[in-house]
């Protein structure tokens, strides 16, 4: 067999196996038609979180009540530590709000809450400036953690709201009972509840192995209103 009838057999047997099938050249526009555009795929809208409602904070307030403890307690003063600053805001119709303050803004033991929180004796300007100072150094960490925020949802009507409060780097959430009122676009929301300052990594203030201390446990106290 000679040589170039070799290659013909050998071609003949490559073309049986694939059928000797071309492949169709590329769909090509008439002349003149418009190039085809490719259409971006449909990003589905996020549902409308309606309008906002922002913390009047001229009218809102946070006030903190902690009290002695230690053998000594009598020597020492009980104490209201309060933020005016509040700022935030509220989406009716997600039933959510999230909300601030500054470690670094709260007064301390100004009369009229401490008349509020039944507390008689009035401290002295330099009792007051050393309560401060030990609050925010010794105890909050107040330049490491200047913030306290507060996330909260109302899952149903005249239900406990949950409330996640984050202090010190530390987010404990709680079911918090309050009293509610909606009128004319403003909301307002009163409580009180209990926390421990341990709950949230922190040191209650002591001196002299807690002879004078502060006791763990305090109450939380706030009026709140958006409009």
């Known amino acids: 067999m000679t040589h170039t009838k070799l290659t013909y057999i050998v071609l003949a047997a490559l073309c049986a196996l694939s059928a000797c099938t071309q492949l169709p050249p590329p769909a090509t526009a008439p002349a003149g038609a418009p190039a085809a555009v490719e ?19 001229a009218q809102s307030l946070i006030a903190v009540t902690v009290r002695r403890g230690g053998i000594l ?30 470690l670094d803004e709260m ?13 008689e004796k009035q401290p002295s300007a330099d009792a007051i400036e050393g309560t401060r100072h030990n609050m925010l150094t010794k105890v909050l960490d107040a330049d490491r953690y200047p913030l306290v925020t507060v996330h909260v ?21 709680l079911a918090i009972p309050v009293e509610l009122r909606e009128e ?14 341990t709950d949230f ?3 209650p203030f002591s001196v002299m ?13 706030f009026d709140l209103t958006a409009r």
């Not at 259409?39 to 904070?57: C, F």
């Not at 033991?109 to 507390?119: C, K, S, T, V």
């Open 201 to 203: 990594g922190l040191t």
């Open 184 to 197: 004319n676009g403003v909301i307002n929301v009163k409580g009180t509840v209990q926390l421990k300052q």
């Open 39 to 57: 259409t971006p795929p449909t990003i589905p809208a996020l549902p409308d979180a309606g309008p906002l409602l922002h913390i009047d904070t």
């Open 209 to 221: 192995g807690g002879a004078m201390s502060v006791l763990d446990s305090m109450e939380l106290r």
């Open 107 to 119: 007064k301390i033991d100004e009369a009229d809450l401490r008349r509020i929180a039944g507390l």
């Open 153 to 173: 949802e109302r899952r149903a009507a005249g239900q406990p709201l949950q409330v996640a409060i984050t202090l010190h780097g530390v987010t404990r959430t």
């Open 73 to 102: 307690a009598r020597l020492g003063h009980d104490h209201v530590v309060a933020s005016h600053t509040v700022t935030g805001t509220v989406s009716p119709s997600r039933n959510v709000a999230d909300f601030q303050f500054r």
